[in-house]
């Protein structure tokens, strides 16, 4: 009887013996694993960070809006909007990737985390503001009311009523334009307003003076005309999803720093001989 028990003692000393050496080791996956996650970098606390951390900032833009977003001769994306967005992806230590969309789907992009922002002469308007967060205006400009030469017809906002007007549905344009009771023929950008007016298919399109200034600039003979203009000028920002204040911040030190170094400057009379940033 005696021997059996101690037999059973020295069982019971073993098992516990094995159980100790199995707790106070470490497999090889256990210690692979452990290594592992301890060299995993922290995951990026705030848009600014993520954007630093992927080495880019996506921008979201028409690529069919002279002067401000546009190809030049070579086929290159170009514009003031453009020159401005990557100046100050540049200054954020990162590169501008930019992603050509119909002006009615920029904005979807912010939502739909396709862009980190948006550089398309985007109006400042307290509706957008709502959903979006825009940085400091870095452009400002006025609307004016656009025909054919040989209209005698429309002088006027108010004579828009019943006139085919060309307008991008979400533009605040299109809104002056329903206000003065026009008829709304959808577009997806200011070069197919412009060909639709001048084809004789629309009567009218309300646009960015810059834009007009820049086409007679570039197409002197063209027979269009301004003849009126809207009474309050636009201020354009760069649109972001909302709660990103670190993101906001830097792009705000980015556009003044522009500013106070005269590199703004030097873009803005590049595309309109002149600040209009005012």
């Not at 100790?20 to 060299?39: F, I, V, Y």
Request: hydrophobic share 40%; aromatic share 6%.
């Amino acid at each position: 009887m005696k021997k059996a028990t101690l037999l059973g003692l020295v069982a019971i000393l073993m098992t516990l013996m094995l159980a100790a050496c199995g707790s106070n080791g470490s497999s090889p996956a256990a210690t692979n694993n452990a290594g592992t996650a301890e060299e995993k970098p922290a995951a990026a606390a705030n848009a600014l960070e993520k954007i630093k951390s992927d080495g880019k900032m996506v921008i979201g833009t028409e690529g069919t809006y002279a002067p401000f977003t546009f190809h030049d001769a070579s086929g290159a994306l170009t514009g003031f909007d453009v020159e401005i967005a990557r100046e100050v992806a540049k200054r954020l230590g990162v590169e501008a990737e930019f992603v050509e969309a119909p002006w009615d789907s920029l904005l979807a992009g912010i939502d739909a985390g396709r862009f980190n922002a948006v550089f398309n002469e985007v109006s400042i308007r307290d509706d957008r503001k709502e959903k979006y967060d825009f940085s400091d205006p870095y452009i400002s400009s006025g609307a004016v009311l656009i025909v054919r030469e040989d209209n005698t017809d429309i002088q006027s906002l108010a004579d828009l009523k019943g006139k085919k007007s060309a307008q991008s549905l979400t533009s605040n344009l299109a809104d002056i334009a329903k206000e003065n009771g026009a008829e709304i023929v959808p577009i997806e950008g200011f070069n197919q307003a412009i060909g639709l007016l001048n084809s004789g298919r629309v009567d009218a399109t309300i646009n960015d003076n810059l834009s007009f200034l820049d086409l007679k600039k570039q197409k002197p003979d063209i027979a269009l005309k301004v003849v009126a203009e809207a009474d309050d000028a636009s201020q354009s920002g760069g649109v972001f999803a909302k709660n990103q204040p670190e993101l906001i911040e830097a792009v705000n030190k980015a556009l003044a720093d522009m500013h106070e170094d005269g590199t703004y400057k030097t873009i803005s009379e590049k595309y309109f001989g002149e600040d209009v940033s005012k």
